[in-house]
């Protein structure tokens, strides 16, 4: 089991084809109890589970489907064993839509076909660290809570990684561990820019709320070292003081320039004015994260 933050919020995510009983029970116990699983476009199809309409629209909530119970083997649906059991269809090439119950007690989402890299929030991040890892489609996730109902800020869910020894991950270190050569990226258009007289390659990519953009350097195979920015209107185009994007932007060019190896990665911000930030302070453009190849 991992925990994964924005900075603010985060989720336990654990591979809904491994997830045991007493996992299970600890996710119900220490979480808000809706218990989702991300997965994609082509297992839902396969399931034969529909997206629900986002109203209003907005392409960075998840996209969740008719919530599902195992057709069989289970009782009411909503303890951890038959939660578990409804999880292992959902995760099971083998799942087919006779395997499954409408409305149930587990929350299958959609994730964007790019993944983190297409939208960077919780769902497609869970489902990128689980198939990174090797466990297959289908990641078992739900936002950590507090006793008292409200939802755990940073000091908490730090408490809680903490006791329990949980590897703890930020949304932008997904999106960085996804660029270190496990998963090909789905490229609409390359070209070239020049910067600071320095001439940077431009991979162009589909995101959920417009394209992003791997802005890379210097070693044509490796990304050397990465920098994740979402694209904030105001501070990057405005150069607004109220925020510190402008500077950070340049900062990670310049650093990438200065080192000879390195890649950018700008998301689109979903938004036209507020700050871009991934609410990761400390890994928003000032990270060292060496690239394996
Ligand atoms: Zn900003």
């Known amino acids: 089991m991992a925990l994964i933050h924005d900075g603010n919020t985060a989720v336990l995510c654990v591979a809904g084809s ?5 996992q299970m ?10 218990v989702c ?12 589970l529909s997206p629900q309409a986002i109203l209003p629209f907005d392409p960075m909530r998840p996209v969740f489907t008719e919530s599902v119970d195992a057709a069989v083997g289970v009782t009411t649906g909503i303890s951890a064993a038959d939660r578990v059991a409804t999880v292992k269809v959902l995760a099971s090439p083998e799942g087919r839509p006779r395997d499954l119950a409408e409305p149930g007690h587990v929350f299958p989402v959609v994730v964007h076909p790019n993944g983190v890299l297409g939208r960077a929030k919780h769902a497609e991040a869970s489902w990128d660290l689980v198939a990174l890892a090797g466990c297959g489609d289908g990641a078992v ?21 903490a006791e329990f020894a949980f590897p703890t991950l930020s949304i932008t270190e ?15 258009e390359t070209t070239s820019v020049e910067i600071r007289g320095v001439r940077l390659r431009a991979q162009v990519f589909e995101t959920a709320t417009g ?8 070693d044509a195979n490796g990304y050397g070292e990465v920098f994740v920015h979402r694209t ?7 150069g607004s003081d109220g925020c510190s994007c402008h500077e950070e932007l340049h900062a990670s060019i310049d650093r990438i320039i200065e080192i000879g190896a390195g890649t950018l990665v700008q998301l689109p911000s979903g938004t036209v004015g507020g700050c871009g930030r991934l609410g990761d302070q ?3 453009g000032s990270s060292n994260f060496q690239a394996a190849g």
Request: some cysteine; aromatic content about 4%; charged content about 25%.
């Open 18 to 22: 491994k997830v045991s009983v007493g």
């Open 37 to 48: 699983v991300a997965i994609t476009s082509e297992r839902a199809k396969g399931l034969d």
């Open 174 to 188: 997904v999106v960085k561990e996804r660029l270190i050569g496990h998963l090909e990226l789905e490229e609409v």
């Open 141 to 161: 996730f739900a936002t950590v809570m507090n006793d008292d109902g409200s939802v755990s800020d940073r000091t908490s869910w730090s408490k809680l990684a």
């Open 232 to 238: 904030c209107t105001v501070g990057d185009i405005l």
């Open 25 to 34: 029970a600890f996710l119900i116990r220490r979480t808000s109890g809706i």
């Open 282 to 284: 400390d890994l928003s």
């Open 211 to 218: 394209e992003g953009v791997l802005l890379r350097y210097g």
